[in-house]
């Protein structure tokens, strides 16, 4: 299999579409002039607004088609899969969350295991040309050597999150295998930007400072030993997935399946990311920003570093970040003060 058994005027299913990278990467092919159906449940893990204006800027579209609808329910998912036959699915829909999971594992089994069994038995049933499907940089657990790369073990989960990712990248194989499904699997590292994720921690630093509160920091303080996160900008993330979705796995390989690293290839200290986001709102407002501080120690299921190594995805794609983290936070940060209509801001620090 390859991008030419994917057509020109190809349909393409995105799931999660009124998610942060399914918006965006909608977006992208509806700009493009694909079709798109886009496929939510629209549920109350973070703020719902944010999904329902993300989806209106979707839906102004007229190759845009929407369906409110969850992945357990494996009846309606075989019902749209035979009114549009879509010829492309780019599973993006996840109970997303490390901490989350902790203390809600329900809700990862069912939507991260049972939802995603059944897009792949609808992919196998309708012959997809290629599933692009989200995976995560958490599989890698606390594995100590950096950057992480494809071909390192990653049989160490420290969180339920991560375990489920790692099953998904089980499970597409399995099926590629038996049913010759084109798959690859996107291992994203901390993706931001303009209509974030408000679970993320950049975005909750900057709705904490607006609200004249702390932020807290889980390195305790220890600046010597500070946590490392490849930031990648949303932009780059969907620059790599529109050229990965025509790049199907397939002819030289035995199995039909492929997986990715997409991050930025070059982590920031933590520290370092929380002082360029004070500058960026420094910028905005017209006067200096400190944020204030608490200082915490790790949490559960959360790891001391992640750090991309992109090699595999630059070879198939030529997939090459290129959104600094100073201008990237300036654009989030624009857009955070124009959405929330932050006229007054009052200075903190």
């Known amino acids: 299999m390859n991008s030419s058994f994917i057509p020109p005027n190809a349909c393409y299913l995105v799931t999660g579409a009124a998610g942060f990278i399914g918006y965006y990467f909608s977006a992208r092919l509806l700009a493009q002039g694909h079709r798109v159906i886009g496929l ?38 075989m019902t749209l899969f035979e009114a549009y036959k879509p010829d492309v699915v780019v599973h993006l829909a996840a109970q997303a969350g490390v901490r989350y999971s902790i203390t809600n594992p329900h809700d990862y089994m069912s939507s991260n295991m049972m939802g995603f069994f059944h897009v792949l038995e609808a992919c196998r049933r309708y012959k997809v040309a290629h599933l692009l499907y989200a995976s995560s940089s958490s599989v890698y657990g606390a594995n100590q050597k950096v950057p992480f790369s494809e071909d390192d073990p990653v049989d160490h989960p420290v969180s339920l999150y991560a375990a489920t990712k790692k099953s998904n990248e089980l499970m597409a194989h399995t099926y590629s295998h038996l049913y010759d499904v084109p798959t690859s699997g996107l291992r994203f590292f901390t993706v931001y930007g303009p209509m974030g994720r408000p679970d993320m921690a950049y975005f909750q630093f900057v709705q904490k400072y607006f609200a004249s509160e702390a932020i807290a920091i889980y390195n305790n303080g220890d600046f010597e030993h500070d946590l490392y996160r490849d930031f990648t900008y949303i932009d780059d993330i969907v620059e790599g997935m529109e050229r990965l979705v025509h790049h199907c796995p397939g002819n030289a390989a035995d199995v039909p399946h492929a997986v990715y690293n997409i991050g930025n290839n070059q982590p920031e200290k933590l520290m370092t990311f929380i002082e360029t986001l004070e500058s960026a709102l420094s910028n905005t407002l017209g006067h200096p920003v400190t944020f204030l501080k608490n200082f915490e120690p790790i949490k559960p299921g959360d790891v001391p570093a992640t750090y991309a190594d992109v090699t595999k995805l630059q070879q198939a794609v030529g997939f090459q970040p290129k959104t600094s983290i100073a201008d990237g936070l300036q654009a989030f940060v624009d857009w955070y003060v124009d959405y929330y209509k932050i006229v007054q801001p009052k200075p903190v620090g």
């Not at 607004?49 to 190759?63: F, I, M, P």
């Open 40 to 77: 939510d449940s629209l549920n109350a893990y973070y703020d719902v607004q944010l999904k329902h204006d993300r989806l209106a800027k979707l839906q102004s579209y007229e190759n845009f088609t929407f369906t409110k609808q969850d992945l357990c329910d494996e009846e309606a998912l």
